[in-house]
């Protein structure tokens, strides 16, 4: 069930955060896939210095 909702908050992440190039999302046992490639989260947690963190490829965020 956990894993359900982590899945839906992350696929409304990537539809409110702008035009993507992926088409398909699916859930591999505890594996996020895009396009059949697992997904990497590279992001912190926080809501400051949000430009250094996409400048050095973070794409992730968690806020409290």
Request: aromatic share 4%; net charge positive; proline share 3%.
């Amino acid at each position: 069930m956990h894993l359900t909702v982590r899945a839906a908050l992350l696929l409304a992440a990537l539809v409110m955060a702008g035009p993507a190039s992926a088409t398909g999302v699916t859930v591999r046992g505890t594996e996020i896939l895009l396009d059949g490639r697992p997904f990497i989260a590279n992001g912190a947690a926080g809501r400051g210095r949000l430009t250094e963190l996409k400048a050095i490829g973070g794409g992730v965020i968690r806020t409290y």
